[in-house]
């Protein structure tokens, strides 16, 4: 049997990643594959291009024949260099490992601690002209509050006596 060592397409649109497989030459291109042998996201940067090179190194021995694709890829990985006998190429780029988010969490926090312990960051704003306007504006507003409770005063009286006339109700004779 024939056997190809190809990409098959996966992902959606605008957004693609492949596998590496080996299928069956006349399979489709998304079709049955015999064996995954690797990865490869063109749209990250740098693309991201993983092979197992021992695998790859076993089909190329057998006669599997990859595409032009799979070609380039393996040139770059350098497992078509060790299987041609050839000098090896030059490294990878690699992506550089992301940072810790519990790490990058901790120094906020600490930044954020430690600028609250300065100066406020935004400094209090000025008593505006207006202000002093509703200031005098107040007063005057006051003296009807003031006259409000004396209203409340004046009732209190009237309500003694009617607490006092339960007592003076029971005869004192008796």
């Known amino acids: 049997m024939a056997t190809k060592i190809k990409l098959m397409r996966l992902g959606k649109m605008r957004a693609p990643y492949y596998r590496i497989v080996v299928a069956d030459a006349r399979t489709k291109r998304d079709g049955r594959s015999i064996e995954t042998i690797g990865k490869y996201h063109p749209k990250e940067d740098p693309s991201y291009m993983e092979v197992d090179a021992e695998r790859a190194a076993y089909w190329l021995g057998v006669g599997a024949q990859p595409t032009e694709a799979v070609t380039a890829i393996l040139k770059v990985t350098g497992d078509w260099q060790k299987f041609k006998n050839l000098p090896a190429p030059p490294p990878m780029r690699v992506a550089e490992p992301k940072p810790d988010k519990k790490a990058l969490f901790e120094a906020a926090a600490r930044e954020g601690i430690d600028a609250a312990a300065g100066a406020a960051t935004t400094p209090k ?11 005098e504006d107040t007063p005057t507003a006051d003296a009807p509050a003031a006259e409000a409770p004396a209203a409340p ?22």
């Open 125 to 135: 704003k000025k008593a505006a002209p207006k202000a002093e306007t509703a200031a």
């Open 153 to 174: 005063a004046a009732e209190t009286p009237a309500e003694t006596p009617a607490e006092a006339t339960p007592a003076d109700a029971t005869p004192a004779g008796e």
